[in-house]
């Protein structure tokens, strides 16, 4: 089993394709993938079906894109538990993550990662402002306290336990680090932060940070 991967330092959906088979506890190797220079995306496009990373392959076939890997993730070990069990909180964990992995868009463009704005190591950037952007870290901040207050009694997850809705919002957490972001502006009394610094500080992300600054 083999996950294709961009750079550690920025690569975002890559983050968390490797979170995914990390906390199913899968034995995989890693090949590195650069898409900088025309060449190398040339590169890219003859081993991924996008064109893109993540790419998991698995004996001849491959998956693609993020949100599928975790699917097929989820299917395949259901002992992991990447979903939540009670079906509401199912359902709502499914909205969230849907909802990161399509929408978030000022999010994306403001806080965009990349080799000059890496999304492991200490913060460098100073705080962009925009209206689209505001409204954004709002929703966040909302959605955050919403799931927390409501399933987050048994855990530091969103939903409690650790599901694949937390791996999707993990590189968010890097980005509000490296950002600086004060998300009391936008309206937290401290549970987005502390949910945010949870995603940070767990093993696998800050193995990923070590590998990644090594």
Do not use: N
């Not at 650069?34 to 790419?55: D, H, N, W």
């Not at 913060?123 to 919403?146: H, I, K, N, W, Y």
Request: hydrophobic letters at 45%; proline letters at 7%; aromatic letters at 10%.
């Amino acid at each position: 089993m083999e996950l294709l991967i961009g750079p550690r330092t920025y690569s975002t959906w890559s983050l968390r394709a490797w979170l995914i088979l990390k906390h199913v506890g899968l034995d995989f190797t890693t090949t590195d993938a650069r898409y900088e220079t025309e060449a190398q995306k040339a590169a890219l496009r003859e081993i991924s079906p996008s064109g893109f990373v993540p790419v998991l392959r698995i004996d001849g076939e491959s998956i693609w894109d993020t949100l599928a890997i975790a699917e097929w993730a989820a299917e395949t070990y259901p002992e992991a538990k990447l979903w939540p069990v009670d079906p509401m909180a199912r359902a709502l964990a499914r909205s969230a993550t849907a909802e990161m992995h399509s929408g978030f868009s000022a999010l994306r463009t403001f806080f965009g990662t990349g080799p000059d704005h890496p999304m492991v190591g200490p913060a460098r950037a100073e705080t962009p402002s925009d209206p689209a952007l505001d409204r954004d870290l709002g929703r966040l901040v909302a959605l955050f306290g919403q799931m927390r207050r409501r399933f987050g009694a048994d855990g530091p997850g969103l939903f409690g336990q650790r599901s694949i809705a937390d791996i999707f919002f993990t590189p968010v957490a890097a980005r509000v680090r490296h950002f600086q972001i004060d998300l009391a502006r936008h309206g937290d009394d401290g549970t987005a932060a502390t949910y945010l610094a949870a995603l940070l500080d767990h093993p696998d992300f800050r193995q990923w940070e070590a590998d990644a600054l090594a």
